[in-house]
């Protein structure tokens, strides 16, 4: 009975109103090929003059840690680009430099037989067919303000304080270590009312970036508003356990980051293009100087089983966005990626790209600090302890898209709890890079010495951390 007043009046506070509906996919059947080239020649860029396509603080941040640009940072041929741009029915939807593809949309299949044949064109593989039917976007219900019963008085970290806690998050912001200075790339399905609800007023969003390939003739944008801000709120949910900065109800474990909202996920299908928007979103970041990028996915099944993951693929190196996520470590980002919640399925493992090279994986626990029965385990398929690290995501505490305080389940809210907080380890410790940050957090978890394929490393000591990182520098 308990739970009827607060759902009551939360249907009689909410402002907007809402409703699903589903129709057909305009513009008959269309098609999404990733070519795969075979080199960069004929580009105008160069290696040593980056300054043409990275900003100022990507290439600081390379500078700081020691490295250089290399053949992967540069842009796709822009003379490649201008025969597929010629090609009468072919439309160019996206690309990635690092890897070297570029994805084309076509409603004639046969066009593909060509574009297999330019000289530049090593491969050509379908990532996306329409969906029969689309599900409309529209408006959510949201609050003006956090409900009476979502306060915890006294209690400066509010609803969030067991899981910042339980990583000794505290300790650091008792130090001023609050993200200040670092940029948090949040990549994610959607945002729904990060814009309007009262919670992120104080959060230093940057910019927004949707790399979804919009629905044909149809507009990316809302009564002036971008797309996604209405799709789904588990962005806003994973958002809300970094920046959140509402004392008393909820306070985020980097609150005081700069952030960029970016949408990899398509909410519609569940289809191997996913992949190819999220290497866009995380050269974006690396375009923009983020430091850090949070990344709440993972795929393994796909609507057409032939495309499929298989156990054998989790080394690092075989699916399409691990091979993108193992080099950001070399780009100086550090990548905190959620492990997964298929601990209880047939597949059981991490997803992809959880499987990447030098980045952070993140399991969940309980509030118990046991391991959460969804989370996914390791080890990869060569052999690499996974997940690197734990925390508190059965449940954590969260800000939904309405507004409220919920407590919800997955390695996906684990994930940001921990990101916040390598945020905060970063600025403390400024000289270090992304490869030393991540070290240090796993050294200073309570299985380091042990670590097995259900707890990783353990639960990190984000003060230990940083003692430790400042003991280095002394000596």
């Known amino acids: 009975m308990k739970h009827i007043l607060p759902i009551l009046l939360l249907l009689l506070t909410a402002t907007t109103s809402t409703a699903f509906t589903r129709k057909k996919y305009p513009g008959g059947k269309q098609y999404i090929y990733r070519l795969t080239l075979t080199d960069k020649?004929?580009?105008?860029?160069?290696?040593?003059?980056?300054?043409?396509?990275?900003?100022?603080?990507?290439?600081?941040?390379?500078?700081?840690?020691?490295?250089?640009?290399?053949?992967?940072?540069?842009?796709?041929?822009?003379?490649?680009?201008?025969?597929l741009y010629a090609v009468?029915?072919?439309?160019?939807?996206?690309?990635?430099?690092?890897?070297?593809?570029?994805?084309?949309?076509?409603?004639?299949?046969?066009?593909?037989?060509?574009?297999?044949?330019?000289?530049?064109?090593?491969s050509a593989k379908?990532?996306?067919?329409?969906?029969?039917?689309?599900?409309?976007?529209?408006?959510?219900?949201?609050?003006?303000?956090?409900?009476?019963?979502?306060?915890?008085?006294?209690?400066?970290?509010?609803?969030?304080?067991?899981?910042?806690?339980?990583?000794?998050?505290h300790r650091l912001h008792s130090i001023n270590m609050r993200g200040r200075g670092m940029t948090i790339a949040v990549i994610d399905g959607g945002f729904r009312n990060v814009n309007r609800i009262p919670a992120f007023q104080k959060a230093d969003i940057r910019g927004v970036h949707d790399f979804v390939c919009p629905i044909p003739k149809q507009a990316t944008e809302i009564d002036g508003v971008s797309r996604m801000f209405f799709e789904t709120d588990h962005g806003t949910k994973v958002l809300s356990a970094l920046a959140a900065n509402v004392?008393?109800?909820?306070?985020?474990?980097?609150?005081?980051?700069?952030?960029?909202?970016?949408?990899?996920?398509?909410?519609?299908?569940?289809?191997?293009?996913?992949?190819?928007?999220?290497?866009?979103?995380?050269?974006?970041?690396?375009?923009?100087?983020?430091?850090?990028?949070?990344?709440?996915?993972?795929?393994?099944?796909?609507?057409?089983?032939?495309?499929?993951?298989?156990?054998?693929?989790?080394?690092?190196?075989?699916?399409f966005i691990s091979q993108a996520a193992s080099l950001l470590a070399s780009k100086g980002i550090i990548l905190v990626n959620s492990a997964?919640?298929?601990?209880?399925?047939?597949?059981?493992?991490?997803?992809?790209?959880?499987?990447?090279?030098?980045?952070?994986?993140?399991?969940?626990?309980?509030?118990?600090?046991?391991?959460a029965s969804f989370s996914a385990v390791g080890p990869t398929q060569d052999g690499r302890v996974k997940p690197d690290v734990m925390a508190i995501g059965a449940p954590?505490?969260?800000?939904?898209?309405?507004?409220?305080?919920?407590?919800?389940?997955?390695?996906?809210?684990?994930?940001?709890?921990?990101?916040?907080?390598?945020?905060?380890?970063?600025?403390?410790?400024p000289d270090k890079t992304a490869i030393d940050i991540i070290n240090l957090v796993r050294q200073t978890s309570n299985q380091?010495?042990?670590?097995?394929?259900?707890y990783g490393y353990g639960r990190p000591n984000f003060w230990r951390a940083y003692m430790i990182g400042k003991m280095k520098n002394e000596k």
């Open 247 to 319: 004392p008393e109800v909820l306070m985020g474990t980097a609150p005081e980051a700069t952030y960029w909202l970016l949408r990899s996920e398509d909410q519609q299908s569940e289809q191997l293009i996913e992949e190819d928007y999220w290497v866009m979103a995380a050269e974006f970041a690396d375009s923009v100087g983020a430091d850090i990028i949070n990344s709440s996915l993972g795929y393994n099944e796909f609507d057409d089983a032939t495309q499929n993951h298989r156990l054998r693929d989790l080394d690092g190196k075989t699916a």
């Open 340 to 371: 997964g919640n298929t601990g209880m399925g047939p597949w059981k493992k991490i997803c992809v790209p959880a499987d990447a090279n030098d980045i952070l994986t993140v399991g969940a626990l309980t509030s118990q600090l046991h391991n």
């Open 126 to 169: 379908r990532v996306w067919t329409s969906p029969d039917s689309i599900e409309a976007t529209v408006k959510w219900k949201y609050h003006e303000e956090f409900n009476p019963w979502d306060s915890v008085h006294g209690e400066h970290y509010g609803n969030a304080r067991e899981q910042v806690e339980s990583l000794q998050g």
């Open 88 to 122: 009468k029915g072919a439309e160019v939807v996206g690309k990635s430099r690092w890897l070297n593809t570029i994805l084309v949309r076509v409603q004639d299949t046969t066009l593909v037989d060509s574009l297999r044949k330019m000289a530049f064109v090593g």
């Open 41 to 83: 020649k004929d580009t105008p860029y160069d290696i040593s003059r980056p300054r043409r396509w990275l900003s100022h603080k990507s290439l600081e941040r390379r500078r700081r840690q020691g490295l250089v640009t290399d053949s992967t940072d540069l842009p796709v041929s822009s003379v490649y680009l201008k025969k």
């Open 396 to 429: 954590a505490a969260l800000i939904t898209g309405r507004g409220t305080i919920i407590r919800d389940m997955g390695t996906s809210f684990a994930t940001p709890v921990i990101c916040g907080l390598v945020a905060c380890l970063w600025q403390a410790l």
């Open 448 to 454: 380091y010495q042990q670590p097995d394929n259900v």
